[in-house]
Protein backbone atom coordinates (compact mmCIF):
# COMPACT_ATOMS: atom_id res chain seq x y z
CA UNK A 1 0.00 0.00 0.00
CA UNK A 2 1.94 3.04 -1.09
CA UNK A 3 -0.69 5.89 -0.22
CA UNK A 4 -0.58 9.06 -2.27
CA UNK A 5 2.64 8.92 -4.87
CA UNK A 6 3.72 12.16 -6.97
CA UNK A 7 5.82 12.46 -9.75
CA UNK A 8 8.50 13.97 -10.16
CA UNK A 9 9.72 15.32 -6.82
CA UNK A 10 11.52 18.16 -8.72
CA UNK A 11 11.01 20.07 -12.02
CA UNK A 12 12.51 23.12 -13.71
CA UNK A 13 10.65 24.48 -15.98
CA UNK A 14 10.94 27.45 -18.68
CA UNK A 15 8.07 30.09 -18.86
CA UNK A 16 5.81 28.88 -21.64
CA UNK A 17 6.15 25.21 -21.01
CA UNK A 18 3.89 23.13 -20.54
CA UNK A 19 3.90 19.87 -18.06
CA UNK A 20 1.94 17.33 -15.97
CA UNK A 21 2.71 16.46 -12.43
CA UNK A 22 1.30 12.95 -11.83
CA UNK A 23 -0.55 11.98 -9.01
CA UNK A 24 -1.99 8.50 -8.00
CA UNK A 25 -3.45 6.93 -4.82
CA UNK A 26 -3.80 3.30 -3.86
CA UNK A 27 -6.31 3.32 -0.91
CA UNK A 28 -9.93 3.91 -3.31
CA UNK A 29 -10.45 7.33 -2.08
CA UNK A 30 -12.90 9.24 -3.79
CA UNK A 31 -11.61 12.58 -2.96
CA UNK A 32 -8.65 13.82 -4.59
CA UNK A 33 -7.23 17.63 -4.43
CA UNK A 34 -4.38 19.38 -5.67
CA UNK A 35 -2.92 22.52 -3.21
CA UNK A 36 0.35 24.65 -3.84
CA UNK A 37 2.04 25.94 -1.11
CA UNK A 38 3.94 29.08 -1.19
CA UNK A 39 5.91 30.65 1.81
CA UNK A 40 3.36 32.86 3.89
CA UNK A 41 0.51 31.71 2.16
CA UNK A 42 -0.05 28.08 3.71
CA UNK A 43 -2.07 25.32 1.52
CA UNK A 44 -4.01 27.02 -1.49
CA UNK A 45 -6.37 24.40 -3.08
CA UNK A 46 -6.35 24.51 -6.89
CA UNK A 47 -8.44 22.22 -8.11
CA UNK A 48 -10.51 18.88 -6.54
CA UNK A 49 -12.31 15.85 -7.49
CA UNK A 50 -14.92 14.11 -5.96
CA UNK A 51 -14.72 10.84 -8.61
CA UNK A 52 -13.97 9.86 -11.47
CA UNK A 53 -15.36 12.13 -14.23
CA UNK A 54 -16.15 14.92 -11.61
CA UNK A 55 -13.77 17.85 -11.02
CA UNK A 56 -14.18 21.41 -9.94
CA UNK A 57 -11.85 24.54 -8.94
CA UNK A 58 -10.76 25.26 -5.89
CA UNK A 59 -9.51 28.79 -4.77
CA UNK A 60 -6.38 29.29 -7.29
CA UNK A 61 -6.98 27.37 -10.64
CA UNK A 62 -6.09 29.59 -13.40
CA UNK A 63 -3.37 28.05 -15.26
CA UNK A 64 -4.17 24.95 -14.13
CA UNK A 65 -6.07 21.95 -15.75
CA UNK A 66 -7.16 18.03 -14.22
CA UNK A 67 -9.13 15.51 -15.16
CA UNK A 68 -10.04 12.39 -13.19
CA UNK A 69 -10.39 9.49 -15.67
CA UNK A 70 -10.10 6.94 -13.00
CA UNK A 71 -10.50 6.82 -9.16
CA UNK A 72 -6.89 6.06 -9.01
CA UNK A 73 -4.80 8.81 -10.81
CA UNK A 74 -5.95 12.55 -10.81
CA UNK A 75 -3.23 14.30 -12.76
CA UNK A 76 -2.21 17.98 -13.25
CA UNK A 77 -1.68 20.02 -16.08
CA UNK A 78 0.43 23.46 -16.37
CA UNK A 79 -0.72 24.84 -19.92
CA UNK A 80 2.04 27.40 -20.18
CA UNK A 81 4.12 27.73 -17.20
CA UNK A 82 5.09 30.81 -15.50
CA UNK A 83 7.20 32.03 -12.68
CA UNK A 84 4.61 32.60 -10.07
CA UNK A 85 3.91 29.00 -10.53
CA UNK A 86 6.96 28.11 -8.77
CA UNK A 87 5.59 26.14 -5.81
CA UNK A 88 5.32 23.08 -3.97
CA UNK A 89 2.80 21.04 -4.82
CA UNK A 90 0.54 18.71 -2.74
CA UNK A 91 -2.03 16.04 -3.98
CA UNK A 92 -3.94 14.60 -1.52
CA UNK A 93 -6.58 12.04 -1.01
CA UNK A 94 -9.54 11.16 1.26
CA UNK A 95 -11.76 8.26 1.91
CA UNK A 96 -15.49 10.30 0.95
CA UNK A 97 -16.24 13.39 -0.51
CA UNK A 98 -17.72 15.56 2.34
CA UNK A 99 -17.20 13.22 4.76
CA UNK A 100 -15.11 12.78 8.11
CA UNK A 101 -12.03 11.80 7.18
CA UNK A 102 -8.47 12.99 6.95
CA UNK A 103 -6.72 13.77 3.60
CA UNK A 104 -3.59 11.79 2.97
CA UNK A 105 -1.24 13.80 1.28
CA UNK A 106 1.98 12.97 -1.22
CA UNK A 107 5.07 13.81 -0.89
CA UNK A 108 4.91 16.69 -3.00
CA UNK A 109 6.62 18.20 -5.99
CA UNK A 110 8.44 20.78 -6.28
CA UNK A 111 8.53 23.08 -9.30
CA UNK A 112 10.69 26.04 -10.64
CA UNK A 113 9.44 28.35 -13.55
CA UNK A 114 12.55 30.19 -14.97
CA UNK B 1 -16.75 31.94 0.77
CA UNK B 2 -15.03 29.48 3.23
CA UNK B 3 -11.81 31.21 5.45
CA UNK B 4 -9.60 30.11 7.87
CA UNK B 5 -7.45 32.28 9.94
CA UNK B 6 -4.17 31.20 12.08
CA UNK B 7 -2.78 34.16 13.98
CA UNK B 8 -0.36 33.22 14.65
CA UNK B 9 2.39 33.06 11.88
CA UNK B 10 5.52 32.26 13.82
CA UNK B 11 5.99 31.06 17.52
CA UNK B 12 9.14 30.70 19.59
CA UNK B 13 9.27 28.88 22.38
CA UNK B 14 11.97 26.65 24.78
CA UNK B 15 11.34 23.09 25.74
CA UNK B 16 8.73 22.89 28.09
CA UNK B 17 6.56 25.92 27.33
CA UNK B 18 2.87 25.51 26.83
CA UNK B 19 1.49 25.89 23.51
CA UNK B 20 -1.35 27.38 22.20
CA UNK B 21 -2.43 27.77 18.40
CA UNK B 22 -4.92 29.78 17.61
CA UNK B 23 -7.40 28.94 14.56
CA UNK B 24 -10.63 30.34 13.45
CA UNK B 25 -13.08 29.73 10.42
CA UNK B 26 -15.35 31.56 8.83
CA UNK B 27 -18.52 29.36 7.37
CA UNK B 28 -22.03 28.86 9.46
CA UNK B 29 -22.75 24.93 8.15
CA UNK B 30 -21.76 21.77 9.35
CA UNK B 31 -17.73 21.91 9.82
CA UNK B 32 -14.96 19.08 9.95
CA UNK B 33 -12.06 20.37 11.68
CA UNK B 34 -8.36 19.53 11.49
CA UNK B 35 -4.91 20.26 12.79
CA UNK B 36 -1.97 19.05 10.49
CA UNK B 37 1.91 18.85 10.89
CA UNK B 38 4.43 19.37 8.47
CA UNK B 39 7.60 18.24 9.74
CA UNK B 40 10.96 20.05 7.88
CA UNK B 41 10.99 18.67 4.52
CA UNK B 42 8.08 16.36 5.06
CA UNK B 43 4.15 16.26 4.07
CA UNK B 44 1.33 16.96 6.36
CA UNK B 45 0.28 14.62 8.68
CA UNK B 46 -2.70 14.54 10.39
CA UNK B 47 -2.48 15.70 13.98
CA UNK B 48 -6.02 15.31 15.26
CA UNK B 49 -9.69 16.16 14.00
CA UNK B 50 -13.43 16.88 15.28
CA UNK B 51 -16.35 15.66 13.76
CA UNK B 52 -19.01 16.03 16.49
CA UNK B 53 -19.72 15.33 20.19
CA UNK B 54 -16.84 15.72 22.96
CA UNK B 55 -15.31 19.71 21.83
CA UNK B 56 -11.79 18.87 23.27
CA UNK B 57 -10.58 16.32 20.94
CA UNK B 58 -6.64 14.52 21.43
CA UNK B 59 -4.50 13.34 18.62
CA UNK B 60 -1.35 12.13 18.68
CA UNK B 61 2.38 13.31 20.55
CA UNK B 62 0.07 14.56 23.33
CA UNK B 63 -1.85 17.44 21.40
CA UNK B 64 -5.09 18.75 21.77
CA UNK B 65 -7.85 20.95 20.68
CA UNK B 66 -10.95 22.41 21.61
CA UNK B 67 -13.97 23.55 19.60
CA UNK B 68 -15.62 26.53 20.63
CA UNK B 69 -18.38 26.94 18.28
CA UNK B 70 -19.82 30.30 19.09
CA UNK B 71 -16.17 31.95 18.63
CA UNK B 72 -15.59 29.90 15.43
CA UNK B 73 -12.95 28.67 16.88
CA UNK B 74 -10.35 25.24 17.02
CA UNK B 75 -7.07 25.80 18.78
CA UNK B 76 -4.44 23.54 18.92
CA UNK B 77 -2.98 23.16 22.62
CA UNK B 78 0.35 21.07 23.82
CA UNK B 79 0.45 21.47 27.83
CA UNK B 80 5.12 21.13 27.34
CA UNK B 81 6.57 21.40 24.20
CA UNK B 82 9.80 19.07 22.69
CA UNK B 83 12.14 19.95 20.31
CA UNK B 84 10.91 17.74 18.15
CA UNK B 85 7.17 19.56 17.57
CA UNK B 86 9.17 21.92 15.78
CA UNK B 87 7.12 22.19 12.48
CA UNK B 88 4.82 23.94 10.71
CA UNK B 89 0.97 23.66 12.08
CA UNK B 90 -1.92 23.59 9.58
CA UNK B 91 -5.39 24.12 10.76
CA UNK B 92 -7.74 23.26 8.07
CA UNK B 93 -12.04 23.41 7.62
CA UNK B 94 -13.84 20.73 5.51
CA UNK B 95 -17.42 22.56 4.64
CA UNK B 96 -19.54 22.00 2.27
CA UNK B 97 -19.79 24.50 -0.22
CA UNK B 98 -21.13 24.76 -4.16
CA UNK B 99 -23.05 21.36 -3.66
CA UNK B 100 -19.43 19.55 -2.48
CA UNK B 101 -17.11 19.38 0.11
CA UNK B 102 -13.38 20.58 0.06
CA UNK B 103 -10.70 21.41 2.60
CA UNK B 104 -9.66 24.92 3.01
CA UNK B 105 -6.28 25.48 5.01
CA UNK B 106 -5.15 28.45 7.12
CA UNK B 107 -1.89 30.22 6.27
CA UNK B 108 -0.31 27.77 8.82
CA UNK B 109 2.18 28.55 11.88
CA UNK B 110 5.71 28.07 12.30
CA UNK B 111 6.97 26.40 15.30
CA UNK B 112 10.09 26.81 16.35
CA UNK B 113 11.47 24.94 19.83
CA UNK B 114 14.70 25.68 21.54
CA UNK B 115 16.38 23.08 22.91
Known amino acids: NAGVTQTPKFQVLKTGQSMTLQCAQDMNHEYMSWYRQDPGMGLRLIHY???????DQGEVPNGYNVSRSTTEDFPLRLLSAAPSQTSVYFC?????????????FGPGTRLTVL | AQSVSQHNHHVILSEAASLELGCNYS??????LFWYVQYPGQHLQLLLK??????LVKGIKGFEAEFIKSKFSFNLRKPSVQWSDTAEYFC?????????????FGTGTRLKVLA
Open chain 2, 27 to 32: YGGTVN
Open chain 1, 92 to 104: ASSALAGERMEQF
Open chain 1, 49 to 55: SVGAGIT
Open chain 2, 50 to 55: YFSGDP
Open chain 2, 92 to 104: AVNAKGSGTYKYI
